[in-house]
């Protein structure tokens, strides 16, 4: 079975700077998709941003974007020039990439908070 | 709709009670999951739907929990004899049916409904 772990349970960052969240995962497959959530206190998931375990090129959506190490089995997640408004849990979540719309597994999660 | 809707929002209810938690996903969108985040924990899985059928009830933890797709669009969770162990919030989420073979499609979750159990 697959495993995602976070193993930073909180973290801080300034206002206007940058902070990288990590995570790691165990499988044993090669087809697979990987993605962080971000939940506010409103409690609905957000996708943040995507990554397909074939493409070497790193995703980036405007402010974030991932440091993904196949071969360690390593998925951070960079954000930059935080705002006030990146204040919620992030969850790191493994989807395997064979079979119709298989489940997503999801780790403890991480509470990043921005101080002004 | 526009969104995942869930319904209610909070529910508190004493131990031995019958709960029902409803999810109206996007329109269009064939694949519904429910998953139960207790507090602190991220998201676990409890069902899939594929259309009208559960194709993977995997993560149910008990012959407690129920869910029915009846018509391949609104869900409801059904838990029967509530211990204060199911508190916790219920999340669902849609997506569009993938290509065979392809974890590309997003889920897309609702705001979930947070239960209580006394």
């Known amino acids: 079975a697959q495993t995602v772990t976070q193993s930073q349970p909180e973290m801080s960052v300034q206002e206007a700077e940058t902070v990288t969240l990590s995570c790691t995962y165990d499988?044993?497959?090669?087809?697979?998709?990987l993605f962080w959530y971000k939940q506010p206190p409103s409690r609905q998931m957000i996708l943040v941003i995507r990554?397909?375990?074939?493409?070497?090129q790193n995703a980036t959506e405007n402010r974030f974007s991932v440091n993904f190490q196949k071969a360690a089995k390593s998925f951070s997640l960079k954000i930059s020039d935080s705002q006030l408004g990146d204040a919620a849990m992030y969850f790191c979540?493994?989807?395997?990439?064979?079979?119709?719309?298989?489940?997503?597994?999801f780790g403890k999660g991480i509470t990043l908070s921005v101080r002004p | 709709g526009a969104g995942v809707s869930q319904t209610p929002s909070n529910k508190v209810t004493e131990k031995g009670k019958y709960v029902e938690l409803r999810c109206d996903p996007i329109?269009?969108?064939?694949?519904l999951y429910w998953y139960r985040q207790s507090l602190g924990q991220g998201p676990e899985f409890l069902i899939y739907?594929?259309?009208?059928?559960?194709?993977?009830d995997s993560g149910l933890p008990n012959d407690r929990f129920f869910a029915v797709r009846p018509e391949g669009s609104v869900s409801t969770l059904k838990i029967q004899r509530t211990e204060r162990g199911d508190s916790a919030v219920y999340l669902c989420?849609?997506?569009?049916?993938?290509?065979?073979?392809?974890?590309?499609?997003?889920?897309?979750f609702g705001a979930g409904s947070r239960l209580t159990v006394l």
């Open positions: 989420a849609s997506s569009l049916r993938d290509r065979v073979f392809s974890g590309a499609n997003v889920l897309t």
């Open positions: 499988t044993s497959e090669s087809d697979y998709y």
């Open positions: 990554q397909e375990a074939y493409k070497q």
């Open positions: 979540a493994y989807r395997t990439g064979t079979g119709a719309n298989s489940k997503l597994t």
């Open positions: 329109s269009g969108h064939t694949a």
């Open positions: 739907f594929q259309g009208t059928g559960a194709a993977d």
